[in-house]
Nanobody, 121 residues
Framework: QVQLVESGGGLVQPGGSLRLSCAASGSIISINAMGWYRQAPGKERELVAS???????KYADSVKARFTISRDNAKNTVYLQMNSLNSEDTAVYYCNADVRVRYTFTFYAFWGRGTQVTVSS
């Protein structure tokens, strides 16, 4: 019904930058919050940043002032600009969206498959 496809991950040196994108497609009526989560090896998945349809944002303390989340509602796309990356940012990054699907009145959470971000020299 709904697909979330992430892109933009890769290998970057410490101090470098990456921009992740996540496009939602399918039987979408509307999208409420969209966000990025990450999971490092041996750790639980954690919220990195989220943004509402109105543009209100929330960030994990560890990424504040380094990462910026934004969205294009017309394209059903959310972005994560990541600057000053360090080794602790290495993880698989997952996109999440609360979507109202066609023929329903309920918002459901959908996830992308993830994109690997590796910060290493």
């Amino acid at each position: 019904q709904v697909q979330l496809v992430e892109s933009g991950g890769g290998l970057v040196q410490p101090g470098g930058s990456l921009r992740l994108s996540c496009a939602a497609s399918g039987s979408i009526i509307s999208i409420n919050a969209m966000g990025w989560y990450r999971q490092a090896p041996g750790k639980e998945r954690e919220l990195v940043a989220s943004i509402t349809s109105g543009g209100n944002t929330k960030y994990a303390d560890s990424v504040k002032a380094r990462f910026t989340i934004s969205r294009d509602n017309a394209k059903n796309t959310v972005y994560l600009q990541m600057n000053s990356l360090n080794s602790e940012d290495t993880a698989v990054y997952y996109c999440n969206a609360d979507v109202r699907v066609r023929y329903t009145f309920t918002f459901y959470a959908f996830w992308g498959r993830g994109t690997q971000v590796t910060v290493s020299s």
